[in-house]
């Protein structure tokens, strides 16, 4: 399997620009995580997916940042308008039966607004 | 809310020179606590889960252990490829997300 894999690797935008973040989960994996990662907040949860359903996206920061997941084998990570602030390494992971084995981390998606 | 505080935030060591990460953490029912692995550019790499107190994991020269309150990652003669940042993670019985911790930056010098 190739892994989770994401994708732009890279991405540099303008404020005030839409971005989407894509990713594609490990096949049979049945769990998605979005992770946001800065230097000064570590790694922050920012929505996870079971059975392409949304379960908590309390970590959403605002209402500029949307998550679909429309199967099971594809989700997009929105941020409209962007900001300076929201600037940072985006990572989707996935895992299968919960967390029992771990979550598989893609290699992420480093976001620079300016 | 879950916490988990690592210590040292960095740590340099001569290769061959043992040494311990620490993980404490407070958590409302502890379903699984994670170590992961970050090299510079990647995403974290899994590497072990433990559930229970006492509880002890190997690899190569990794050994994690397991208390009620915290976790350590031992590391036995390192060698340079052992480089990265180590993060541990909790996950509650309530729920399925992780909380990550800081992790530490560790630098193997040859």
């Known amino acids: 399997d190739a892994g989770v894999i994401q994708s732009p690797r890279h991405e540099v935008t303008e404020m005030g620009q839409e971005v989407t973040l894509r990713c594609k989960p490990i096949s049979g994996h049945d769990y998605l995580f979005w992770y946001r990662q800065t230097m000064m907040r570590g790694l922050e949860l920012l929505i996870y997916?079971?059975?392409?359903?949304?379960?908590?996206d309390s970590g959403m920061p605002e209402d500029r940042f949307s998550a679909k997941m429309p199967n099971a084998s594809f989700s997009t990570l929105k941020i409209q308008p962007s900001e300076p602030r929201d600037s940072a390494v985006y990572f989707c992971?996935?895992?299968?039966?919960?967390?029992?084995?771990?979550?598989?981390f893609g290699s992420g998606t480093r976001l620079t607004v300016v | 809310e879950d916490q988990v505080t690592q210590s040292p935030e960095a740590l340099r060591l001569q290769e061959g020179e043992s040494s311990s990460l620490n993980c404490s953490y407070t958590v409302s029912g502890l379903r699984g606590l994670f170590w992961y692995r970050q090299d510079p550019g990647k995403g974290p790499e899994f590497l072990f889960t433990?559930?229970?107190a006492g509880e002890e994991k190997e690899k190569e020269r990794l050994k994690a252990t397991l208390t009620k309150k915290e976790s350590f990652l031992h590391i036995t003669a390192p060698k340079p490829e052992d480089s990265a940042t180590y993060l541990c993670a909790v996950q509650a019985t309530s729920g399925s997300r992780l909380t990550f911790g800081e992790g530490t930056q560790l630098t193997v010098n040859p």
């Open positions: 992971a996935s895992s299968e039966r919960r967390t029992a084995y771990g979550y598989t």
């Open positions: 997916f079971n059975n392409n359903v949304p379960i908590d």
């Open positions: 433990l559930y229970s």
